[in-house]
């Protein structure tokens, strides 16, 4: 799944693996701002409600920057379904260390 993108907008790519044992990992590659944080969310919600998985891992690899908008998106994607446990793994270094700083390291990486 691509988050479709006009000319002017930055890319996001979100490719989800099918869900094994209702696990479902979605491997973002892009920068999560203001300009892709509401089509990241919005896939990812998608995603959530076509495959109703227990676990929602999100690999964030290849994000290397991540800034408020983007971390409100997964709070949101986090909160859309209460019974979902969503993980962040594979964080780059800045953007393990912005989750910290503003308390979210806790409740969304998984190390």
């Known amino acids: 799944m691509t988050c479709a993108a006009a000319a ?5 790519t979100v490719a989800l693996t099918s869900a094994v044992c209702r696990v479902v990992t979605a491997s973002i590659s892009g920068d999560i701002d203001m300009l892709t944080a509401v089509r990241l969310q919005a896939s990812l919600i998608d995603a959530i409600d076509l495959h109703q ?5 999100i690999d ?9 908008a983007g971390m409100t998106a997964l709070v949101r994607t986090r909160l859309h379904n209460g019974q979902v446990k969503v993980r962040l793994v594979n964080a780059q ?5 912005s989750l910290a700083i503003v308390g979210l390291a806790v ?4 190390c």
């Open 107 to 110: 409740s969304l990486l998984e």
């Open 53 to 57: 998985p227990r676990v929602l891992i």
């Open 60 to 68: 964030i690899a290849a994000v290397a920057f991540l800034d408020a």
């Open 8 to 12: 002017d907008q930055p890319e996001i």
């Open 93 to 97: 270094p800045l953007v393990a260390k």
